[in-house]
């Protein structure tokens, strides 16, 4: 008995259009991950960071997170996430919107700790939460690229799976019924 491998593919259209909506996200957590910056251009921390530019980028990772949580829903309701491919399509989904539900909390760490700096007169104080802001946002700058990375991985292996399209087409092509036979020329009828 043949396996039936047009069961287990992912529509091309369907592939193509997840392969797009995956770039675009991707591309919008790498850009925040490389736009988003704490420290200054001489790589400090200022002495009185902005409260509500840095709760933006809480915010803003959160509109990132809702999107990521979405697509991956989205693709978890569609009959393609049971095909070898879309497992492996979900997994990446999966790891990306759990690394993307990380990164809006550690940017409102730092969002909070640049509130009470100003408010810190003790120096010991002031370097610890420093140090924290540092490290809650580069966590959250991590988690972006992470997430990025996770949709990257799944987008590739939606165009592996394209690939793999392409080549089973002409042999899927040569496995249909044989043609009848034409007709003898001239033939006797009896």
Same mark, same amino acid.
């Given at each position: 008995?043949?396996?039936?491998?047009?069961?287990?593919?992912?529509?091309? +259209?369907?592939?193509?259009?997840?392969?797009?909506?995956?770039?675009?996200?991707? +591309?919008?957590?790498?850009n925040a991950a490389q736009q988003w910056e704490l420290l200054d251009e001489n790589g400090h921390?200022?002495?009185?960071?902005?409260?509500?530019?840095?709760?933006?980028?809480?915010?803003?990772?959160?509109?990132?997170?809702?999107?990521?949580?979405?697509?991956?829903? +989205?693709?978890?309701?569609?009959?393609?996430?049971?095909?070898?491919?879309?497992?492996?399509?979900?997994?990446?989904?999966?790891?990306?919107?759990?690394?993307?539900?990380?990164?809006?909390?550690?940017?409102?760490?730092?969002?909070?700790?640049?509130?009470?700096?100003?408010?810190?007169?003790?120096?010991? +104080?002031?370097?610890y939460l420093t140090n924290r802001m540092v490290i809650d946002h580069a966590s959250a700058r991590?988690?972006?690229?992470?997430?990025?990375?996770?949709?990257?991985?799944?987008?590739?292996?939606?165009?592996?799976?394209?690939?793999?399209?392409?080549?089973?087409?002409?042999?899927?092509?040569?496995?249909?019924?044989?043609?009848?036979?034409?007709?003898?020329?001239?033939?006797?009828?009896?």
């Amino acid at each position: 008995m043949k396996p039936d491998f047009q069961r287990d593919l992912i529509p091309s +259209d369907d592939a193509l259009h997840l392969i797009g909506a995956l770039n675009v996200m991707k +591309d919008k957590l790498l850009n925040a991950a490389q736009q988003w910056e704490l420290l200054d251009e001489n790589g400090h921390v200022p002495a009185a960071p902005s409260y509500p530019a840095l709760l933006r980028h809480a915010t803003d990772a959160q509109d990132l997170s809702r999107d990521v949580f979405r697509l991956t829903a +989205d693709f978890a309701q569609s009959p393609h996430h049971t095909t070898r491919a879309g497992d492996t399509v979900l997994k990446h989904l999966a790891m990306a919107a759990t690394m993307s539900s990380h990164a809006a909390p550690h940017f409102a760490e730092t969002a909070e700790c640049a509130l009470t700096l100003p408010r810190s007169a003790n120096p010991t +104080d002031r370097h610890y939460l420093t140090n924290r802001m540092v490290i809650d946002h580069a966590s959250a700058r991590a988690f972006l690229r992470r997430t990025s990375e996770s949709l990257r991985d799944a987008a590739k292996e939606l165009d592996d799976h394209l690939g793999f399209q392409r080549f089973l087409a002409p042999l899927t092509r040569q496995e249909g019924p044989p043609a009848p036979p034409p007709p003898r020329p001239g033939g006797r009828h009896i």
